[in-house]
Antibody, heavy 123, light 106 residues
Framework: QVQLQESGPGLVKPSQTLSLTCTVS??????????WSWIRQHPGKGLEWIGYIYYSGSTYYNPSLKSRVTISVDTSKNQFSLKLSSVTAADTAVYYCARERSIFGVVTYFDYWGQGTLVTVSS | AIRMTQSPSSFSASTGDRVTITCRASQGISSYLAWYQQKPGKAPKLLIYAASTLQSGVPSRFSGSGSGTDFTLTISCLQSEDFATYYCQQYYSYPGFGQGTKVEIK
């Protein structure tokens, strides 16, 4: 059973960089066939996909966040990470990491999710 | 960006009811659609993918249909554990979600 667990600071100051890590257990990030994503949910709101990474390091980001997002992978630790720069209060949200199925190289749906971690942007 | 619009945004229903939630895409997405269930404080759970394929372990009272721009999620006989918020997600282009439909107890 694949499990994902987010970790990182729950409080970030405005203008600073939000950094989160997702640790994957029960399966290898390097096994292929999956993309590894970050998704966020503003309080009481819907879901917003942030971006994904393949184990090879290739990435794709939501165009609305692209200028501030970096996703990286550490296959030796079976982890992938999110950095979101220049944060404001509008970035306060629950951040989820998730596994996204790849079918014939096409990203599809999210079949495993972490429990989510609330990140608050406040001074 | 492909815009996903769900309707209704919320509604009340009773245990045993048959309920239907609609999701409309701003352009054709073939059958590249998934449905998720989210309960308060929890991560979303995958219910259906490819518009109508039930994820392993999901009860058969859940079903999905549609292709192109119009999709539906149906719960044939609402159970107490089904009161939750439901999201559709397209994967025709980079992932995008509907705004959610909250199913509340009448």
């Amino acid at each position: 059973q694949v499990q994902l667990q987010e970790s990182g600071p729950g409080l970030v100051k405005p203008s600073q960089t939000l950094s989160l890590t997702c640790t994957v257990s029960g399966g290898s990030i390097s096994s292929g066939g999956y993309y590894w994503s970050w998704i966020r949910q503003h309080p009481g709101k819907g879901l917003e996909w942030i971006g994904y990474i393949y184990y090879s390091g290739s990435t794709y980001y939501n165009p609305s966040l692209k200028s501030r997002v970096t996703i990286s992978v550490d296959t030796s630790k079976n982890q992938f990470s999110l950095k979101l720069s220049s944060v404001t209060a509008a970035d306060t949200a629950v951040y989820y990491c998730a596994r996204e199925r790849s079918i014939f190289g096409v990203v599809t749906y999210f079949d495993y999710w972490g429990q989510g971690t609330l990140v608050t942007v406040s001074s | 960006a492909i815009r996903m619009t769900q309707s209704p945004s919320s509604f009340s229903a009773s245990t045993g009811d048959r309920v239907t939630i609609t999701c409309r895409a701003s352009q054709g997405i073939s059958s590249y659609l998934a449905w998720y269930q989210q309960k308060p404080g929890k991560a979303p759970k995958l219910l259906i993918y490819a518009a109508s394929t039930l994820q392993s372990g999901v009860p058969s009272r859940f079903s999905g249909s549609g292709s192109g721009t119009d999709f539906t999620l149906t719960i044939s006989c609402l159970q107490s554990e089904d009161f939750a918020t439901y999201y559709c997600q397209q994967y025709y282009s980079y992932p995008g979600f509907g705004q959610g439909t909250k199913v509340e107890i009448k």
